[in-house]
């Protein structure tokens, strides 16, 4: 259970032009706690389609690995996958096609190999 604002002004703070350098590794950190990491992944908020982007970010360093490090923890809560459900928002399918294969959109056929 949520005590406090919870995500959502961290999550908020990403919209920013700049956002703060240290939101990235306070992320992370967060993201070690089972609920912080249920809180990222929870569908509604479209938060990792929301981190994705900064994982490519070259104004800050710090940032950029506090980012990954929060999606790397999230790789480890068990339970339903992360990703839009059949009724989110269109503002929540945020990747790429070239990115759907990475992120289970579609599958090889069997037989064929990824050039």
Request: hydrophobic residues 30%; proline residues 16%; glycine residues 12%.
């Amino acid at each position: 259970r949520e005590r406090g604002p919870g995500l959502a002004p961290l999550l908020q703070a990403l919209g920013e032009p700049r956002p703060p350098p240290q939101l990235g590794p306070l992320l992370c950190n967060l993201s070690q706690l089972p609920e912080g990491r249920r809180g990222l992944l929870d569908r509604s908020r479209c938060s990792v389609q929301r981190l994705l982007p900064f994982t490519q970010y070259a104004d800050s360093a710090v940032h950029r690995r506090g980012i990954v490090g929060a999606l790397r923890n999230c790789c480890f809560e068990y339970g339903e996958r992360p990703g839009p459900s059949p009724a989110a928002a269109p503002s929540c399918r945020a990747l790429p096609r070239p990115a759907a294969p990475a992120a289970g959109g579609c599958c090889p056929r069997p037989g064929r190999r990824a050039g």
